[in-house]
């Protein structure tokens, strides 16, 4: 019933014992006997085995400090600890230094002895697999590492030389020379590469584990406005930050938050608006910062309000890929914010955050 | 200085980057030689010839960050340990389609690079730095 191939080494000074055993365990498992630590030892060193027993008191060295010994060279076998009386002292030791898993006492109960051997080789497996399972793990995880940064460089390198051959176009008077392939061009580019940046930070967020420090809000907003406002200069900011207390968060997190926002904002405008605004107010207090962002843009539908935070909603009217609020939400709730929305269609939309100040 | 013809120097792995950028530049009249490199020691070997010739020396570098062999924080490295004359005249920009965090830590950390452009190159940010 049991797998033939469990291999068990027995320990002990006693050759009666070691007998004793092998009749009433040959046929389930593979028996190793030693007589002494060092010819245990021995086997150790040409068997892999997966259980170890060994004998308490035994001549020069006992079972205890056997294992001890053996911690650091043969960590993976589970050790039973076999003793003829009830000795505290080498229970103690046992429990604290020697890595045991089940103390039996002589003379041994048959039964209780094949379920502790049993139960000790399921211990093994669990030990092995999980090990397998981990390395296995940290593998993918590498790899997946390796490939988030090939998305960032070696996927997006051509891309960005494509765009930049479109700028030569226009800036050479070519642009419309070819009916509207160019724009044409020059909008797949960017939507490809809009996709790219939001997988990149829909991964980030899952993987980092949040790492908090000092946020400067007077130096984060104005710098994330200047890098969402690199290519589109025609909205008009206005910020307003009321920072007295020190605020500690996770500035990775909260950039992702506030520049999809931002971002958001001045991408759904209105097409025929003249003067386009975006008001974002910061006020941070002991407990929490409160942002809120307002637009005066094209608005969000009452229906939708409820579904803007889902993976891959998009309403018709707009060209979004139903991913910015998606992260934004995702990396709200891994620093424990929160957000609330208002809008009104063809006024402007608000978004309010809450973010904890984790001090 | 505004009245001296103006150099910048390209350096990018990258031939069909480097031969955009450098026309970009052409066209922004910004700068009145474009000298384009396709390696950091390839760039450092023009640094080199241009201190020992007493040669014009570039007023601007524009740098990659990704790179065989040599990338743009190596070239740093190194860049450090060229004569103070090159410096007082000479100013780095870091010049990279990359989204990774490190890396744009890094050059923003960094005290010879006064900023990180992303590509594509945009001649308003080209001026910006001027």
Known sequence: MSAPNV???????????????????????????????????????????????????????????????????????????????????????????????????????????????????????????????????????????????????????????????????????????????????????????????????????????????????????????????????????????NQKENFYGDVFRIEVILGNLISNAIKYQKENETDKKVNINVEVRREFVEISITDNGMGILNEHLEKIFTQFFKSKVNQGSGLGLFIVKEALNKINGKIAVSSEPAEGTTFKITIPNVK | MSNSPKTVLLIDDNVVDLKINSKIIQLSNLFDEIVACQSGEEGLNYLHKALNHGDKLPDLILLDIQMPDMDGFEFLEIYKTLPKRLMEVCQIAMLSSTLDFGDIKKAEASLYVIKLLRKPLLIKELEGLL
């Open chain 1, 7 to 241: 291999r068990v080494l027995y320990i002990d000074d006693e050759e009666n014992n070691l007998q004793a055993f092998k009749a009433s365990f040959r046929r389930q498992y593979e028996i190793y006997t030693a007589i002494s630590a060092a010819e245990g030892l021995k086997v150790l060193q040409n068997i892999s085995v997966q259980v170890i027993l060994a004998d308490q008191k035994m001549p020069g060295t006992t079972g205890v400090e056997f294992f001890k010994s053996i911690t650091d060279t043969y960590p993976d076998p589970i050790r039973i600890l076999l003793t003829g009386y009830t000795d505290i002292e080498a229970l103690a030791d046992a429990i604290n230094h020697g890595d045991i898993y089940r103390y039996i006492t002589k003379p041994w109960n048959d039964l209780e002895l094949h379920n502790s051997i049993k139960n000790a080789y399921d211990a093994y497996r669990a030990k092995i697999d999980l090990r397998n399972k981990v390395a296995e793990l940290e593998k993918t995880n590498d790899e997946l590492n390796r490939f988030i940064y090939s998305i960032s460089h070696e996927l997006r390198a051509p891309l960005v030389s494509a765009m930049g051959i479109v700028n030569l176009v226009k800036m050479e008077g070519l642009y419309n020379s070819s009916g509207e392939y160019w724009s044409l061009i020059e909008s797949c580019s960017n939507k490809l590469d809009y996709y790219i940046q939001k997988t990149l930070q829909y991964y980030k967020n899952n993987k980092t584990v949040s790492e908090n420090s000092l946020v400067d809000f007077q130096q984060l907003i104005p710098g994330l406005i200047e890098l969402y406002t690199y290519s589109d200069k025609e909205t008009t900011f206005t910020v307003n930050i």
